[in-house]
C-alpha cells in the first residue's frame, strides 16, 4: 500500500448534529426570566404614565407622579403602614427564629419532632384559613383589630420562614470549630459570639430580608386581621377597583430599585472585603 499523502484519501468529515438538549435550558430559563420581569416592566413604565382617572392604557410620559408619590389621599399612610408592620415584625421573628432554629439544630429534647412539625405548620396552611383562624382568636379574645393584631399576625408567619432559612444555615457549620474555642479557653457564651454568630449572619440577614419582604407584601392575612388599619397591599386592591393611581407604581418601582441596590451594595462590599482580605 502506498504511503504518500498525497494519495491518501482524505477522512470524511462528520456532520454536527442540532443537539437540542444543549440549548433547552438556556431557551426556557430566559424564557423564564422574561416571563417574571415583564410584570416588573410594566409597574415601573406605567409609573410615568400620564394617568388620568385609570393607569391601565399609555396616555404620555410625564416625571410628575415621581415628583408627588404622595398626591392621591392615604397612599404614603398606607405605605409607611407597611413598612412599620414589616419592620416590626421582621424584627421580632428574626430574633425569636434564631433561637428556636439554634434549639432546634444543636439540642435534642423531647417533643422535638412535635415543634418540627408547629413550625412547618403555618408554611403548609393555606393563607385564608390563617387569616380566618387569627381573626376567629382575636375575636374571641376581645382584642381590638388594628396594628397590633397585624403586627402578630405577621410575626406568627414569618417566624415560621426564619427558623426553616437559619436552620439549614445551622446545619453547614462544622462543630470543630466551637470545639477549638473551647480548647483555646473560650466560654461557651465567648465562643458563640466570636465564632457562631459571625458565621450566622448570613443566614440570618438572608431569612430577615425573606420575611420582610413577605410581611410587606401580605395581603390574605392583614385583610383579615388589621380593622381598619390599611396597608399598601390592601390600598392596592381598593384602587384596583376604580383603577391602580399610577403613584402605586412609583412606590412598588421604588421598592424594587431599593432592593437592587441592596443587593448590588452587598456584593460589592463582598467583592472588596475579599480583595482586601488577599492583599493581607
Request: net charge positive.
Amino acid at each position: 500500500m502506498s504511503t504518500d499523502p498525497a494519495t491518501r484519501h482524505a477522512a470524511p468529515t462528520p456532520r454536527r448534529r442540532f443537539d437540542a438538549g444543549r440549548w433547552f435550558v438556556p431557551v426556557v430559563g430566559g424564557l423564564a426570566f422574561v416571563y417574571l420581569l415583564v410584570p416588573i416592566a410594566y409597574i415601573f413604565v406605567f409609573s410615568f404614565n400620564d394617568a388620568g382617572r385609570t393607569n391601565l392604557t399609555w396616555r404620555g410620559f410625564t416625571l410628575a407622579n415621581w415628583q408627588d408619590p404622595c398626591r392621591p389621599s392615604q397612599l404614603c399612610e398606607a405605605f409607611g403602614n407597611s413598612l412599620m408592620v414589616a419592620v416590626i415584625a421582621t424584627t421580632v421573628a428574626t430574633v425569636l427564629g434564631t433561637m428556636i432554629a439554634f434549639g432546634l439544630e444543636r439540642y435534642r429534647f423531647r417533643f422535638a419532632g412535635s415543634a418540627n412539625m408547629l413550625i412547618f405548620l403555618p408554611l403548609a396552611t393555606p393563607e385564608v384559613v390563617l387569616g380566618a383562624s387569627l381573626l376567629s382568636q382575636f375575636l374571641n379574645l376581645g382584642v381590638q383589630l388594628g396594628m397590633g393584631t397585624t403586627v402578630l399576625s405577621h410575626i406568627m408567619f414569618c417566624i415560621s420562614f426564619v427558623v426553616v432559612a437559619i436552620r439549614a444555615r445551622i446545619a453547614t457549620l462544622d462543630p470543630a470549630l466551637e470545639e477549638a474555642a473551647a480548647d483555646l479557653y473560650a466560654s461557651g457564651r465567648t465562643a458563640f459570639w466570636k465564632v457562631t454568630f459571625p458565621l450566622l449572619i448570613p443566614g440570618i440577614a438572608a431569612a430577615a430580608l425573606l420575611s420582610f419582604a413577605i410581611s410587606f407584601d401580605d395581603f390574605i392575612v392583614a385583610n383579615f386581621n388589621s380593622g381598619a388599619y390599611t396597608t399598601f397591599p390592601q390600598y392596592a386592591y381598593v384602587a384596583a377597583r376604580r383603577g391602580i393611581p399610577a403613584e402605586v407604581n412609583v412606590l412598588g418601582s421604588a421598592m424594587f430599585l431599593g432592593a437592587i441596590a441592596l443587593v448590588v451594595g452587598v456584593q460589592v462590599w463582598r467583592y472588596w472585603r475579599g480583595r482586601k482580605l488577599a492583599a493581607l
